[in-house]
T-cell receptor
Framework: GESVGLHLPTLSVQEGDNSIINCAYSNSASDYFIWYKQESGKGPQFIID?????DKRQGQRVTVLLNKTVKHLSLQIAATQPGDSAVYFC????????????FGKGTRLHILP | KAGVTQTPRYLIKTRGQQVTLSCSPI?????VSWYQQTPGQGLQFLFE???????NKGNFPGRFSGRQFSNSRSEMNVSTLELGDSALYLCASSLGQGTYQPQHFGDGTRLSIL
């Protein structure tokens, strides 16, 4: 069925270390994936996206990796900062179809001093 | 460029009442989607509008409805409110369907039912 899930509900990372947030998706027809960050009291904020014809995409301090063979998506945050504390959601979509975007349940990232 | 604007930010209602929430998308965006977010269920899709037409609908009862105007602004309505409707209601806009473009969210309307 449709589902996008995350392997861990919470993740604690030392400030300055790299963070890796994982996501599994079930719909092999999905061809577009997005990561969002949601801070307390705010709506989800777009971080980075990737299309299924790519394996990796880099942004500022963030990298998204896509493994279509095992239907796995990950978000890597380099040199994690206190401002990175938030809940991170992955989402999947079939961009060329009238399919709704499916969101995972989110991973809360805690930054340890 | 202004982001997605949702009004009001906070709302308190009692059971049985109805409520209307408003969403102004990013200028140029024609698709507007609504989501309900609760601690237990996460982000759940309500419906999506594109060019004033509902194109997708989630698994919510008919008490939840919406519409989109010609300027792409959207409203959602919840009638006969129940305690379980207490949630953060999020609106997201995007350029449109069939494009590899992310949805951009507003900060939501926090609805509390007493």
């Amino acid at each position: 069925g449709e589902s996008v899930g995350l392997h861990l509900p919470t993740l604690s990372v030392q400030e300055g270390d790299n963070s890796i947030i994982n996501c599994a998706y079930s719909n092999s027809a999905s061809d577009y994936f997005i990561w969002y960050k949601q801070e307390s009291g705010k709506g989800p904020q777009f971080i980075i996206d990737i299309r299924s014809n790519m394996d990796k995409r880099q942004g500022q301090r963030v990298t998204v990796l896509l493994n279509k063979t095992v239907k796995h998506l990950s978000l890597q945050i380099a040199a994690t900062q206190p401002g990175d504390s938030a809940v991170y959601f992955c989402a999947e979509n079939r961009a060329n179809r009238d399919d709704k975007i499916i969101f995972g349940k989110g991973t809360r990232l805690h930054i340890l001093p | 460029k202004a982001g997605v604007t949702q009004t009001p930010r906070y709302l308190i209602k009692t059971r049985g009442q109805q409520v209307t929430l408003s969403c102004s998308p990013i200028s140029g965006h024609r698709s507007v989607s609504w989501y309900q977010q609760t601690p237990g269920q996460g982000l759940q899709f309500l419906f999506e509008y594109f060019s004033e037409t509902q194109r997708n609908k989630g698994n919510f009862p008919g008490r939840f409805s919406g519409r989109q105007f010609s300027n792409s602004r959207s409203e959602m309505n919840v009638s006969t409110l129940e305690l379980g409707d207490s949630a953060l209601y999020l609106c997201a806009s995007s350029l449109g369907q069939g494009t590899y473009q992310p949805q951009h969210f507003g900060d939501g309307t926090r609805l509390s039912i007493l």
